[in-house]
């Protein structure tokens, strides 16, 4: 995908982008008041969902395209850009007559090729290339099907293109609504770096004290905006509304941030990744020391016709590093993965070993 750099386009400072406003324009009264407390906070692009996609019927499922003439007067009245979830074809024609300046496509819809294909035709159709489309992940960690989301839209010739990362469903109760599994955004930055990528912590953590951790967590990741959910009235929001902050709030929560410099100078940095590299080598060399015991150990059992694993032992090893890991300032549960790597790698050794003629 070649990409024209979106954020200029839809935000002409070097800050982040910031994108708020409510999950729902709910009525003209309360997407006014929150658009107004909003701008006179500094937020210049205005987000509200028109069209909502609930799992179960019966739900509030958006005021539809009444709200769109709302977003309309808010962007009159206050300056600011708007922006809304489009799902169909029909939700895509009346986004773009009303002047929808940027439009996004929500989880449910990337993780569809048919409506996906069904917008991209649509936005070809009506000429309107240079309008920004931002891409949310789908709700499963399925990371070519959110590339090929965003390629379809691609194709279909425009190329202000953005990912949005919400996070992915998991079954069960977690900390978080859905779960962040950074490791897909960071490799989707990793495959097309000009991608702008913006997160939306208020669909990650589905409350609202998670709202400025995962914010600034994203920006220490380098990710090139939020997408944050704000509402005039959370208590009384008709959708999401344990995640809605209000405009104020929202203000705290942005002065707080600590925006990281991607232009930053290195120079101070390159004695410690020179350390860096010299553990990381001793590291590799000890891992391949160790593997050439296990095998060895393999060999053993193999001759003394002993099963590969042993739990006793392999709970002591877990009980005695985590500790002593912890007791070096460590986490706990880092440590448990990284044993359980390596325990993994010992095991399908001595099996290949075992299995050997
Ligand atoms: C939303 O942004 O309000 C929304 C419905 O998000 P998602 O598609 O991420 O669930
Ligand atoms: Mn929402």
Redesign the pocket.
């Known amino acids: 995908m070649s990409l024209t750099n979106l954020l200029p386009i839809i935000d002409n400072s070097t800050n982040p982008i910031i994108i708020a406003g409510p ?2 324009a709910e009525s003209e009264d309360q997407l006014l008041t929150t658009a107004a407390d909003l701008a006179a906070n500094g937020i210049k692009i205005l ?1 509200a ?1 028109i069209w ?2 609930r799992t179960k019927p019966g739900g509030f499922e958006g005021v539809g395209k009444v709200g769109l003439s709302w977003m309309a007067k808010a962007k009159e009245l206050y300056g600011l850009k708007t922006a809304t ?1 489009v799902a169909t074809r029909q939700h895509t024609i009346d986004a773009v007559e009303a002047g929808i300046d940027i439009l ?7 993780a569809n090729p048919f409506a996906m294909q069904e917008i991209a035709d649509t936005l070809a159709e009506l000429k309107v290339l240079d309008i920004p489309v931002l891409v ?2 789908p ?1 499963n960690p399925d990371l070519e099907l959110w590339i090929g989301a965003l390629e379809r839209i691609h194709n279909a010739g425009l190329r202000h293109l953005g990912a ?1 990362h ?2 992915f469903s998991a079954y069960g109760k977690h900390l978080y609504r ?1 779960l962040p599994q950074w490791h897909i955004p960071i490799e989707l930055r990793r495959r097309f770096p000009t991608l702008p990528i913006i997160c ?1 912590p ?2 990650i953590g589905g409350k609202r004290e998670l709202v400025s951790p995962l914010s600034q967590q994203a920006l220490d990741m380098g990710f090139h905006g939020l ?1 944050i ?1 704000s509402h005039c009235d959370p208590d009384c929001a008709l ?2 509304k344990g995640q809605q902050v209000t405009p104020d709030v929202l203000n705290y929560i942005l002065s707080q941030l600590v925006i990281r410099d991607p232009q930053g100078s290195t120079e101070g940095l390159s004695q410690l990744r020179h350390q860096i590299d010299e553990l990381d080598t001793e590291l590799v060399e000890l891992l391949a020391k160790r593997m050439r015991v296990s095998r060895e150990i393999g060999q053993y059992k193999k001759e003394h016709r002993m099963p590969v694993l042993q739990m006793g032992r392999h709970d002591e090893i877990m009980q005695t590093r985590v500790n002593a890991a912890k007791e070096l300032g460590m986490d706990g549960d880092f440590m448990k993965t990284v044993l359980q790597a390596i325990h993994e790698e010992s095991v399908r050794q001595q099996i290949e070993i075992l299995n050997k003629r």
């Open positions: 999950c729902s987000r969902g909502k996609p979830e996004w496509i929500g989880a449910r819809t990337s949310k992940n709700v949005i919400r996070g859905n939306d208020s669909h997408i959910e959708s999401d």
